[in-house]
Every structure is written in C-alpha cells, then in structure tokens.
C-alpha cells in the first residue's frame, strides 16, 4: 500500500509556512507525503480577508485531484479555518462529492463559532462527516470552550477523538510538538 498522503491547511491569517504545519511535516518524515497549501487568496500574495467558502472549497478539491493518481490512504485537515474547510469538504457541504480515500481529519483548534458570537455556530456540517476526526484544542479557546465542542462533536457521524492541550488559546502556541506527536499518532492509526 502507498504510504498515505496528508493535505494541511492553515488558517486564516496564516500561510502554509506556518511552523506548525511544518513540525508536523517533519514529524511524519518518510511515514507520510505531506502536502502544506494555501489558499487562493494567500497565492495572489492577500493576506485576507479570505474568499469566500465556495471558493476555498474548491481549491481544497483541486488539490484533491491533484493527489488522487496517489491511491493512497488520505488524511486532511488543518488550523481554524483550514481544518474547518477540509470537514465541510469531507462533509460534501459543496456537493462535489464524497472524497476517495479518506481515513480521517485532523481539525486543529476548530473554531466552533467567532469569540463571543455563540449563537454563530459553525456545525451544521457535522453530521454528515463520516470519517475518524482528530480534534486538538486548547481549553482556553475563545472560539469554543471544550464543553461546547465535546456537545457539537457528538454529532459527527464518524468517530472523534479529542485532545486537550491545557491553558492554551486558540493560537495553540508553544504546543507544536505535541499536536505534532498526536497528529503522527492518528495518522498511523487511521491508515494502518
């Protein structure tokens, strides 16, 4: 079997250099070809606000087709805004279709609704996402409390792990090696 093919994106006002993405890249090494993207928007050198759904979908599905001649086992995910893209893609929110392949998520201190809009909630996808999921969060994200995602995660058809990375805030800072660590883990287990 192919050695299975990870696509990371990053978040809103990242790129795909972030260090994050990079650490697990690397954490990875040879048990996985990692593919780190950017947006639209970052490629024409915006540093935001970002396109609109539709379109950030659609080059998610891109560069899926990219990597499809890969036949390998595929895990997607990403940062805020970049793991919730890659959920509504795997969820078929643009009806696209379902993704060939896909072992499992990893959604990255997903941002359940904007810091203090609870009533903006951005779940209505998440039934229809099948797959394994692998949520890290920090307990002190404004973008949703780990209350609120274990309530919201309980409705994803597929199974979800969560890891909790304590006092950390939505930026996840200082915590690289250990989501790198978990990310590594997941991806062995979801496509072994």
Not at 103 to 129: C, I, N, Q, S, T
Not at 162 to 168: C, F, I, Q
């Amino acid at each position: 079997m192919a050695a299975p093919s990870v696509l990371l994106y990053p978040g809103a006002g990242s790129d795909s250099d972030h260090p994050r993405l990079v650490e697990i890249e690397e954490e990875l090494g040879r048990s996985a070809r990692v593919d780190r993207h950017d947006f639209p928007y970052r490629k024409e050198g915006r540093k935001g606000p970002p396109d609109g759904a539709s379109k950030l979908m659609a080059s998610i599905r891109d560069d899926l087709a990219k990597v499809a001649r890969r036949r390998s086992p595929l895990v997607l995910g990403g940062h805020s805004m970049g793991g919730r893209l890659a959920s509504m893609v795997a969820a078929d929110v643009d009806g696209e279709g379902r993704v060939k392949n896909l072992a499992g998520l990893v959604l990255l201190a997903y941002p359940l609704h904007p810091p203090r809009k609870l009533g903006k909630l951005r779940v209505e996808h998440f039934p229809d996402v099948t797959v394994p999921c692998l949520f890290i969060s920090g307990t002190r994200d404004d973008f949703g409390t780990p209350d609120e995602l274990k309530h919201w995660t309980s409705t994803i058809t597929g199974p979800v792990e969560h890891v909790w990375l304590d006092a950390a805030r939505h930026d996840l800072k200082g915590c690289n090696a250990e989501i790198a660590t978990q990310v590594a883990a997941f991806v062995a287990r979801v496509t072994a």
